[in-house]
Each structure stands twice: as structure tokens, then as C-alpha cells.
Nanobody
């Protein structure tokens, strides 16, 4: 089992920035990749970004390319999502999730463990 705890969400004006953190604990040896997803009310859970734990290779959704950056601190078992130039349409609950392979999947159904989520609200 891997436990994930997200933090860093909040209320920000359009054009502002937030940095989300996701700390993993438990059986972290089974973590090969971590992804960030988001879910707005009444909508599906969408892929945002993912990172390979060992290599640091990344993948982004088209909607956040150039604005969001995913990174990790292996020593602290923590993944970050730096979000810049935020837009009202970025408003959602943001979740981090663990994948047990190193392939950077965008499908939420392929991820094994999930955090509880952190709310991000961007006002216009």
C-alpha cells in the first residue's frame, strides 16, 4: 500500500500561481510514476501531468503545457505541481496518484493509489 497526501491548494486570482505537493508514504518501492489529475464538479477526472520516479521524464496534458510543471524530490518522496498563469477553467479538485509501471499513462483507471485531493479555485 502507498499513502498519498496532497497539499497546497487554495483560492487564487486568474493569472496567479500555486504549488501543489504530494507526499508518498508506505510501500514507496512500488512507485514507478506519479500523476496529477483534476476533477471539476460534474465532470470526469482528467489527466494533468505525470512524472517517472527514476528518470524524471514528464508528460503533460495539452491544456496545461507551458503553464504547469511537474517535478519530484526522491529523497522526500514528494512530487510537486507548479501551476502558473492559472485560469478559471483550472478550478477543480486536484489529485495525485501512483502508477506501478514507469509508463506515463493518462488514463486514471490505470493508477493504483490515490490521495484525497486538494481544492484549487481560480477566480476571474
Amino acid at each position: 500500500q502507498v499513502q498519498l497526501v496532497e497539499s497546497g491548494g487554495g483560492l487564487v486570482q486568474a493569472g496567479g500561481s500555486l504549488r501543489l505537493s504530494c507526499k508518498a508514504s508506505g510501500r514507496t518501492s512500488s512507485v514507478y510514476a506519479l500523476g496529477w489529475f483534476r476533477q471539476a464538479p460534474g465532470k470526469d477526472r482528467d489527466f494533468v501531468a505525470a512524472i517517472q520516479w527514476d528518470s524524471g521524464s514528464t508528460r503533460y496534458a495539452d491544456s496545461v503545457k507551458g503553464r504547469f510543471s511537474i517535478s519530484r524530490d526522491n529523497a522526500k518522496n514528494t512530487v510537486f505541481l507548479q501551476m502558473n498563469s492559472l485560469k478559471p477553467e483550472d478550478t477543480a479538485v486536484y489529485y495525485c496518484a501512483v502508477h506501478r509501471t514507469s509508463f506515463l499513462y493518462s488514463s486514471p483507471g490505470s493508477y493504483a493509489y490515490w490521495g484525497q485531493g486538494t481544492q484549487v479555485t481560480v477566480s476571474s
